[in-house]
């Protein structure tokens, strides 16, 4: 039995593209080569006006809070898509799917929601808490 999220979208299939494999298997090809699924060349990413909201908010969440910022970053290299860096712009951000799913997870609906600062806030103390946890 293979978990699926609302969308349809196999969990193993997002783990899959995760690991790295191709970003653009059979899309669409304009003149100037293959093209994202955002219609922009290959390896260049576009940001919705959701993803826009959603850092947003987790930047304003996080930023008066500096004890949480090596916390931060360490969970944003975490999500970040492998390889990030070599893509364009390099910015360790977290595959759509991915982000997608564990938004529709935390939150229900078509996983399209903007996190709560508070949820935000939360999930980095309980991260700072089990690292610490565990290394002691």
């Known amino acids: 039995m293979a978990l699926r999220g609302a969308s349809g979208t196999r969990f193993a299939d997002v783990i899959e593209t995760n690991a790295g494999g191709p970003t653009n298997a059979g899309g669409p090809t304009s003149a100037t080569g293959p093209t994202t699924s955002a219609g922009g060349p290959e390896g260049v990413r576009r940001s919705s006006p959701v ?26 290299l975490r999500m970040a898509k492998p390889g990030w860096w070599r893509r364009w712009p390099p910015l360790p951000v977290p595959d759509a799917e ?8 935390a939150y229900g609906g078509e996983g399209t ?24």
């Open 98 to 105: 991915l982000w997608r799913f564990r938004l529709e997870a």
């Open 113 to 136: 929601t903007t996190p709560a600062a508070q949820d935000v806030l939360s999930f980095l103390r309980w991260c700072r808490d089990a690292r610490d946890w565990h290394k002691g």
């Open 51 to 76: 993803q826009a909201r959603t850092a947003a908010a987790v930047v304003a969440a996080v930023l008066w809070r500096p004890s949480l910022w090596p916390v931060a970053v360490t969970e944003t």
